[in-house]
């Protein structure tokens, strides 16, 4: 699947010099770096910090999507997350990707230019055709939370 790249400066091309492919042939997301201008950014416990990637991209076919995801190591090791859980890059949103990281952990995490903090992962979007009227009746019904007893 084709996606076009611009990268938004040439130290962010730098950062990516071994290029954009995923670490591994199995793997499926693609490590976004931070792209910052100082050398080291700390993110205090709690605290929500904007990483920019260096990176704008453009899916080239109808029906996909750039999905950021957080990188397991930083989140289960540093508690370093994506903010939001998962990130939504719209396929006609061309601006920089900016990875929003949320530190769960309780000490201060610090984040180094070109390290990786996230995973972006394209992924197909089936767009609903909304048809307002009943639903139909199911086993669930409209029960909550543990309604299931699990």
Same mark, same amino acid.
């Given at each position: 699947?084709?996606?076009?790249? /611009?990268?938004?400066?040439? /130290?962010?091309?730098? &950062?990516?010099? !071994?290029?954009?492919?995923?670490?591994?042939? @199995?793997?499926?997301?693609?490590? &976004?770096?931070?792209?910052? !201008? /100082? !050398?080291?950014?700390?993110?205090?416990?709690?605290?929500?910090?904007?990483?920019?990637?260096?990176?704008?991209?453009?899916?080239?076919?109808?029906?996909?999507?750039?999905?950021?995801?957080?990188?397991?190591? &930083?989140?289960?090791?540093?508690?370093?997350?994506?903010?939001?859980?998962?990130?939504?890059? !719209?396929?006609?949103?061309?601006?920089?990707?900016?990875?929003?990281?949320?530190?769960?952990?309780?000490?201060?995490?610090?984040?180094?230019?070109?390290?990786?903090?996230?995973?972006?992962?394209?992924?197909?979007?089936?767009?609903?055709?909304?048809? /307002?009227?009943?639903?139909?009746?199911?086993?669930?019904?409209?029960?909550?939370?543990? @309604?299931?007893?699990?």
């Amino acid at each position: 699947m084709p996606v076009r790249v /611009e990268f938004v400066s040439a /130290e962010a091309r730098a &950062l990516y010099a !071994d290029g954009l492919s995923p670490a591994t042939s @199995h793997s499926v997301g693609t490590d &976004l770096r931070a792209c910052f !201008d /100082e !050398d080291v950014r700390e993110i205090l416990p709690g605290e929500r910090l904007p990483v920019p990637s260096g990176l704008r991209v453009q899916p080239q076919s109808p029906g996909i999507a750039g999905f950021l995801y957080s990188r397991s190591g &930083l989140g289960a090791r540093d508690g370093l997350v994506v903010a939001q859980g998962v990130g939504v890059i !719209d396929p006609d949103y061309t601006g920089e990707i900016i990875i929003m990281l949320l530190n769960t952990s309780t000490e201060p995490r610090r984040i180094r230019r070109g390290e990786r903090v996230a995973q972006l992962v394209f992924q197909p979007v089936v767009m609903p055709q909304w048809q /307002e009227g009943p639903l139909s009746a199911t086993d669930r019904g409209s029960g909550g939370f543990g @309604h299931t007893g699990a």
